[in-house]
């Protein structure tokens, strides 16, 4: 899966009167220039906060929300202009589980129909046997077992871990070879959590999907993906792999993300990175760097050059004019 | 503190028993459903209609909490000397009032003070969580998350309590503002010498704003003490595999723990330990009998597991 260039700019609504009066229609600069390659087998993680434009950017690449900009390549096909009708055939192998499990399904459809909606609408079985033993095998696949018990209930009889399972089940039974999930165990509890990342992994895994994992919570990043991207309004700031960044971040804002996780130690030995304020708005983002107005290194070329995304030695990329030129010159 | 159900009486808080010292941060831990937020607002007496404490005592300063007349309690405790931060706070606040006025609110409800008086109060406690006494005007729309979570913060220690109660209170904030806003909390502490009772499900928090913890399941205390000690040799394996389910940035990567199953119903829960069906160590008296509380190596570390003191 490749992006180049993507852009999503969301425009404000304003009342009649200030549309007329305004010189220009103010735009919310979701997702500004981005540029991504996940590969096969890969499990690639969107770090950041809300507002930096992670959701935004996964729903972009399934084309559930529309490209202002820029192009959208899926094995070598170009979907960005695609009719529906072509798109539609695409989705079966492109997927999206969501984070809330008590909203993403349907509360009057029992597991059965719910998992395998998606074989109905993509029309891919032709008998109800084959719905059937698709619907079995994938409840099996994330441990639903045994499967009977399963598929005559109905949602609210089931635990939020159990439920994001079969919304996991859902979205792997046309077996997609690329995968966003946004925030997937956030809702659950820490001892299901694990069980339900497991499963996930494996599951991935098993189908050599390439895997775009969102989340605001880097430790969990940490565990679940092989790269990450870190974003901050709307722009990629650094990117690599995973276990480089999080021993040695480049740049501030990574930094200071990681010296705000807690970690469940309470001896460990922390440093201090203060960052001051509050994310600016995306409808005017700061010229320049978009961090330099809370960044504790910023200095003059930050507030008036934008710093381009480049590589470094060990094989990442940071957007960040300390690392070019070091500290303030 | 069970809560009364049609179908029957759902024992949510059972035999749960902890200290707070004064200065004390003592952080309750436990997964939905363990029963954490029902024994705070047990302290504050703001259970629902249907729940009702069966026995216990909760002693503050000196006094018998359940013992006291409602009148007493209303006036002279309930957020004078014990005051909540709840979860979701940010959401309480009043969208058509400004943030100083709500602040200064139980201020004037619980000190015959003049108005004059409260608004230099409530500026000055903005001022305190750092967001400044020049906002007492504005309103909640007007701030960020963290900005009104901070809010709630003010408006918690308005009477100056001694004790204060924090129900999850950085869910739905951002990492880096859930950083600053325990920031400034620490630091009211130790400025202010209070008590605070953090509940949360997240180890992580706590093990970085807390000196003691207690570890809840299905009602009932697992483990309690000082965090170092938990954290660095937990003795109930609930409580070992519960912090093995939280990652860390820090150190080796390592897998993450799970549990299998799910907590119990507490309309029925299951006989002997609570914990016995998902105890990888479960032994036959498990299933029978209920463990006692009994403290580890005698240094405040107590624990409820047939495995310890045997």
Known sequence: ?329 | MYFYTMRGEVKAVDDVSFDVNKGDSVGLAGESGCGKTSAALSILKLLPWNGKIYGGSINFEGEEILKMPPNKFNKDIRWKKISVVFQGAMNALHPNKSIGSQIAEPILAHESISKEEARKRAERLLDLVGIGGSKFDRYPHELSGGMKQRSMISMALACNPTLVIADEPTTALDVIIEAQVMKVMKELQQKLNLSLILISHDLSMIADSCNKVAIMYAGKIAEYGESARIYKEPLHPYTQKLIGAFPSILGAKRELESIPGFPPDLLNPPPGCRFHPRCVYAMDICRRKEPEVIEADGSNHIVACHLVGK
């Not at chain 1, 069980?195 to 599951?203: F, G």
């Not at chain 1, 969990?220 to 995973?242: S, W």
């Open chain 1, 1 to 329: 899966m490749v992006a180049r260039n993507l852009k999503k700019y969301y425009t404000l609504k304003m009342g009649f009167v200030k549309t007329l009066m305004a010189k220009a229609v103010p735009f919310v600069h979701a997702v500004e220039d981005l540029n991504l390659i996940i590969g096969k087998d890969e499990v690639f993680g969107l770090v950041g906060e809300s507002g930096c434009g992670k959701t935004t950017t996964g729903r972009l690449l399934l084309r559930l929300v529309e490209p202002t900009e820029g192009k959208i390549v899926f094995n070598g096909t170009d979907i960005t202009a695609m009719s529906s009708d072509e798109l539609r055939k695409m989705r079966r192998k492109m997927q999206i589980i969501f984070q809330d499990p008590y909203e993403s399904l349907n509360p009057r459809m029992s597991i059965f129909d719910i998992v395998s909606e998606p074989v109905r609408i993509q029309k891919v079985a032709s008998t109800e046997a084959e719905v059937h033993q698709r619907v079995t095998e994938v409840l099996k696949d994330l441990e639903l077992v045994p499967p009977e018990e399963y598929i005559y209930r109905f949602p609210h009889e089931l635990s939020g871990g159990q439920r994001q399972r079969i919304a996991i089940a859902r979205a792997f039974i046309l077996k997609p070879e690329f995968m966003v999930a946004d925030e997937p165990l956030s809702m659950l509890d820490a001892s299901i959590r694990s069980e339900v990342a497991r499963l996930l992994l494996s599951i991935v895994k098993k189908f050599h999907c390439s895997f775009l994992y969102i989340t605001h919570d880097i430790a969990l990043a940490r565990y679940m993906c092989d790269r990450i991207a870190v974003m901050y309004l709307g722009q990629i700031v650094e990117q690599g792999v995973t276990e480089d960044i999080i021993q040695k971040p480049q740049h501030p804002y990574t930094e200071a993300l990681l010296a705000a996780v807690p970690v469940p130690d309470p001896t460990a030995r922390r440093t201090e990175v203060v960052i001051k304020g509050e994310v600016p708005s995306a409808v005017n983002p700061p010229a320049g760097c978009r961090f330099h107005t809370r960044c504790p290194y910023a200095w003059e070329r930050c507030k008036k050059e934008e710093p381009k995304l480049l590589p470094t030695e060990d094989n990442r990329i940071v957007a960040c004019h300390k690392y070019v030129y070091g500290h303030g010159k």
